[in-house]
């Protein structure tokens, strides 16, 4: 009979609009804003990163959206660096920057996201060394002698720097900055990203 087809049609039309709506609703938009800790896989440093380097972290604590959780422990971030400059001479410290653009859950499933570093990794100049730089000769020595605490630093100093200048303050470089392997960090979504509940 024609009607008993149609009326199992219906049934498993209606089963899979159902099924859809169950996928649907399961899945949790995180606003942007949201912080995530994460641990760092290997080390990265100003010193020796390039630009469009990546690298990987993971996920150390589940997250949780009305007693759901939508991002297990050990989800991996993939990270890019954007930005890299080495400590350079004058005092002049390291710069890094970096953007986390995707997210791989432990079932494999990615997904797009855009966040950035809770704390900016940016490395501070070195103030003396930089006075030093544009003080030169026996002025500097002098300097020199003072910042080292010892005994009768400053003449020594002088005597340094009148023979050789401030080449010998120049030749220090700044701190280079990075991210140690196995640290612990934030990462904060700067977009709001959809994701599946876990186990979906």
Known sequence: MIFPRTLNRSIATA?????????LNAQTELPAGTRIPVRMDNGITSESAGVDDTFTAVTTK????????????????????????????GGKAGRLEVEFETLRFTNGTERKIKAVLVENLSGRDAGVLNALAVIGG??????????SKVKNGAAIGAGIGGGAGAGIA????????????????????????TLPADGY
């Not at 026996?138 to 910042?147: C, E, H, P, R, S």
């Not at 900055?177 to 709001?192: N, Y």
Request: glycine content about 12%; cysteine-free.
């Open 15 to 23: 089963t899979l609009i159902f099924a859809n709506f169950i996928f």
């Open 62 to 89: 589940p997250l949780f959206i009305d007693g759901v959780s939508v991002l297990s422990a050990g989800s991996s971030v993939v990270g890019r660096v954007v930005e890299a400059k080495p400590a350079g001479n």
């Open 138 to 147: 026996a002025a500097a020595g002098g300097i020199i002698g003072l910042v």
């Open 170 to 193: 120049l030749s220090r470089k700044g701190k280079n900055v990075g991210i140690d392997s196995d640290q612990d960090f934030e990462i904060e979504l700067t977009r709001a990203v």
